[in-house]
């Protein structure tokens, strides 16, 4: 197994500004190591976990981290910062920074060295031995855990013999038993986050005299507690940022539901927290497969604290990220059917019996229904996972039941939205009903499943589903109606938010929108999906494109991650533009949206339409209007780039009156302070 760190990943002099830059710089010591592939796509999905949440910690540190299929090896690179960068961290800069890289498919070995470092980095004489360090094979070594030794070969001192203990009564003994915590910490990689909260648990009980076992449900898979512990415990804290799993085993205890950092920053307060519920007899109802009703003060996990707004939208994503795959799959496969046999390929009968090998219709048919069969469980996906969302497993049954005939009655996308929360609903309310602890093994596979697909069936056959029909029917004749100024308000508004957040939540439920409609597709909603693609494509465009024109008003690694987002944007990729928006927001953000409101407003009044959900320019041959199409594209990535120049020209005329030193690609530093 090869060393995850060496002394050639190891700079003790990080001049980078930016925690964009900082990654790069490490991330060009790995290429050189030949320990990722990719540059560009390495750090696009470095940047991609870090929009997940910051990855700064109290202490000044930084953990930049991700898995990726462009990692060869697992790989450590790290870089000491005199003057600190902003990782998000409470307390301010971090000055250690660290660059873990993990492949897409990295073994349990070389996860649980990295599991260890991080569990190191809680460690105060581990952090100070790094601050002092002065040559770099000496910390990579430290790194490695390596530590030497003074005296390798001590002289083993005789052990003094043990006093025999006291007798002590039972009631003696109960009273001197510590206060037992056991506690799940999860992130979404499962790399560090994970670990450090489990370290940082561990170390405080035993600060504060509380016996601490924690079970870290990482990417390499989880080791559950043994059950008599959990059963010992008295009080139980989840430090999460993804599901805890088998949240059944911890019913009827005091409950602590927190995010991840929460546990690395704040370990005190949650341990003092589950003594305080516990001590008052606050017990938390978790259900055998669903979440928890514990709403205590300790920070929030995800949606399980969050306001009503935030956890709906949660809920909403989660049906959407299982969703988008069968959308694409699906509505590519049809595109390219129509792009060899025209649309009324749709019509042809099916290939299981009229299948010609050497006939391009045969083959476009059987693209066509294959593509067909996908987008078929689109509306069952996405009811099937909102209700995941909500309730875990026990909720997938009722909500592909109500999915499937949201379908059956014509209530389409929205009947799916609705039968997911339905199906979240009922779960949720069955989940919350006492039964006999005889019971509770088939509660998740049968009882729950069989009684919330009834309910969510009634519902949606009888009483929801036609309503939602009728209003589902409205939408596609309003979409189908649009023309004029009202088309182009909808593009106007469909842009703004395509590229408000680049990849966020608004730019997910303008994505959602668009690509429901071609669940049956109308021209209203083929334009739509159209003005959704092309104005998610502007923001790296734009920022290729200024990048290129007035290279001085960008830092050498802006004007390397423009390179790359010509690629991105032509991809509809338009998470490509996030490294800029990052640096300058005020800038960036409202030059794209203006470019995006452009496009969108165009694409509608040209009446362009997409009946693919993805792909970019490469999918243009599928659209309708293809050059008008391209000009509306056109038109925003110019009025976007012109505005990002003119808003970073002003503030460096502002800032260097006299016009001083023109940026060069070797001088990063007066770069900077020109953008």
Known sequence: MSELITAELVDLDLSAATKDAAARSLAERMVAADRVTDLDGFLADVAAREAQMPTGLDGGIGIPHCRSEHVSAPTLAFGRSAAGIDFGAADGPADLIFLIAAPAGADDDHLTILSALARRLMDPEFTAALRAGTDPGAVAALIRGEEPTENPDPEPEPEPEPEPEPEKDDATAAAAAPFRIVAVTSCPTGIAHTYMAAESLAAAGRAEGVEVTVETQGSAGFKKLDPAIVAAADAVIWAHDVEVREKGRFRGKPLVDVGVKAGINRPAELIAEARRKAERGEIAAVSEDGGSTDSGDGGGSGADHA???????????????????????????????????????????????????????????????????????????????????????????????????????????????????????????????????????????????????????????????????????????????????????????????????????????????????????????????????????????????????????????????????????????????????????????????????????????????????????????????????????????????????????????ASDPAGEAEATGSDDSRVTVAA
């Open 307 to 653: 306001h009503f707004g935030v956890r709906l939208r949660t809920y909403l994503m989660s049906g959407v990220s299982y969703m988008v795959p069968f959308v694409a799959a699906g509505g590519l496969l049809i595109a390219l059917s129509f792009a060899i046999g025209g649309y009324e390929i749709a019509s042809a009968k099916s290939v299981a019996d009229h299948f010609v090998w050497g006939e391009a219709d045969s083959w476009a048919a059987l693209l066509n229904q294959i593509g067909s069969a996908a987008f078929a469980f689109l509306v069952p996906v996405l009811a099937g996972y909102i209700a995941y969302g909500m309730a875990d497993r026990p909720a997938l049954v009722p909500g592909f039941v109500g999915g499937a005939i949201a379908l059956t009655v014509n209530a389409g996308f929205l009947g799916g939205l609705v039968a997911g929360l339905l199906a979240g609903a009922v779960v949720m309310a069955i989940q919350r009903v006492p039964v006999h602890a005889t019971l509770r093994g088939i509660m998740p596979v049968l009882v729950i499943p069989l009684i919330a697909s009834a309910v969510v069936g009634f519902l949606m056959f009888i009483v929801v589903g036609k309503p939602i029909a009728s209003l589902q029917n409205a939408l596609t004749d309003w979409l189908n109606g649009l023309s004029g100024s009202n088309a182009v308000i909808l593009g106007v508004v469909l842009g703004l938010m395509m590229c408000f957040d680049m990849g966020g939540p608004l730019n997910k439920v303008a994505y959602a929108f668009a690509v429901g409609g071609l669940a049956d597709p109308t021209d209203g909603s083929l334009k739509v999906m159209a003005a959704v693609m092309a104005a998610g494509m502007v923001p790296p465009l734009a920022m290729a494109l200024a990048t290129t024109v007035r290279k001085k008003l960008f830092t050498k690694t802006e004007r390397e991650n423009g390179r790359a987002a010509w690629v991105l944007g032509a991809s509809f990729i338009t998470e490509g533009a996030i490294p800029f928006a990052a640096a300058d927001p005020l800038r960036v953000i409202p030059s794209v949206m203006a470019g995006g409101a452009v496009t969108g407003a165009l694409s509608m009044a040209f009446g362009a339409t997409l009946r693919a959900p993805h792909g970019g320019v490469f999918v243009v041959p599928l659209i309708g209007q293809p050059f008008l199409y391209l000009l509306a594209i056109a038109a925003g990535t110019l009025v976007a780039t012109a505005l990002v120049v003119l808003l970073k020209g002003a503030r460096r005329t």
